[in-house]
């Protein structure tokens, strides 16, 4: 699925060249939750940034391959790079409300991703419920203007009755009949096939009440309802690969445990590849197959999660593993919550 051969990338500095990533050598399979672990500034981020070309301008890749499904991507067109990230790869971070726009309703962010990656289906959807594709702007019309419209009408009706001639009226009449009837057929204006999939987007990844959520804004959600929706939208792009990056760290443990079981499950309802970077090895046990273990740029081992934790061979490895707390492991545990319940 993807293949990393011998990336190098450079930072430039003005204290000069900075190597972060130093031959870097990674090869993920189809269906693979892939495990990335090593300590602070080991270069796990500036691995997957390199990938999308999600890296500063101050970045610059000077060497290797990245291949994605046999397609070398290492030189991309920007085109080509929009395509690929949301549609192809999906990416999660840390800090979700950072990647999520603040003056955007949900429904308007996932729905931006749908229209960007599955046109078709949306208007497949419409055509099927016979509904329209979006929400139909045109009908609606400031109550300012509909207000003096109406007045204007009464006015000449009261007018023309007045002076006897109710006919010269009747027109005016039919005015203000029409406004009626396209309030009544406003709100018979049914949801539109992009609102239903973004319903549709928010419930496979486990959020209550997706309908209240989708018409919220990201502040008003809970860090672990942001992340599900930045999973939502990895989903919506059709992705079949999912880069988290430390996608855990900033929740409690509770919710951590729930957002790494989604990403598990989803992983298995829609086969797709996950990397997942995280400087914690529990994690790792929990959720991963296999793992790399990166140490100044470079991959030092890689091995199955069985091997790193029952024999492992590099050193750095073996530091890491003494670093782990007691009782790492237990805390990671899923409680037992309905669903999101405990969101
Ligand atoms: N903007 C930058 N400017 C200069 N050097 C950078 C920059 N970003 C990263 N680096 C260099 O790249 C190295 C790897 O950084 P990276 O962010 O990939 O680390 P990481 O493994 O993701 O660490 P963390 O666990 O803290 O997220 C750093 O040690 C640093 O030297
Ligand atoms: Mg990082």
Redesign the pocket.
């Known amino acids: 699925m993807l293949e990393i051969k011998d990336l190098k990338t450079n930072?430039n500095?003005y204290d000069g060249v900075?190597k972060?990533l130093d031959g870097v050598n990674l090869s993920i399979k189809d269906g693979e939750i892939f495990g990335l672990v090593?300590?602070?500034?080991?270069?796990?981020?500036?691995?997957a940034y390199s990938v999308l070309k999600l890296l500063?301008k101050?970045?610059e890749i000077v060497a290797g391959k990245i291949i994605l499904n046999g397609e070398d991507i290492t030189d991309a067109t920007e085109d080509r790079l929009r395509q690929i990230r949301g549609g192809e790869i999906g990416i999660i971070f840390q800090d979700p409300l950072s990647a999520l726009n603040p003056v955007m309703t949900v429904n308007e962010q996932v729905g931006e991703i749908l229209v960007l990656h599955q046109d078709a289906e949306i208007n497949k959807l419409a055509y099927e419920k016979e509904i329209p594709v979006y929400k139909s702007e045109k009908w609606k019309s400031s109550p300012g203007v509909e207000f003096t419209i109406m007045a204007i009408c009464i006015s000449f009706i009261s007018l023309f009755t007045m002076i006897g001639q109710f006919t010269f009226g009747l027109p005016f009449l039919f005015v203000i009949g029409i406004m009626f009837l396209r309030d009544y057929l406003q709100k018979e204006v049914p949801e539109s096939a992009l609102d239903l999939m973004v319903i549709e987007a928010l419930s496979r990844v486990k959020l209550p009440n997706p309908k209240q959520i989708a018409s919220s804004y990201p502040h008003e959600l809970s860090g672990g309802m942001q992340q599900r929706v930045m999973i939502a939208m990895a989903l919506a792009g059709k992705a079949k690969m999912l880069i988290a990056?430390?996608p855990t760290t900033a929740l409690d443990v509770t919710i951590q445990a729930q957002i790494l079981q989604l990403i598990k499950d989803i992983q298995k309802e829609e086969n797709m590849s996950v990397l997942l970077?995280t400087?914690d090895l529990g994690v790792v046990a929990e959720t991963c197959e296999k793992v790399a273990v990166?140490y100044k740029?470079k991959i030092v081992e890689e091995a199955s999660v069985d091997q790193i934790f029952t024999n492992p061979q590099h050193e750095y490895t073996k530091a890491l593993l003494n670093a782990i707390p007691k009782g790492g492991k237990e805390r990671l545990k899923v409680p037992e919550i309905g669903e999101a319940g405990a969101i």
């Open positions: 930072f500095t900075v972060a090593g300590e602070t500034g080991s270069g796990k981020s500036v691995t500063p101050t970045a990056d430390e970077i400087h990166m740029g």
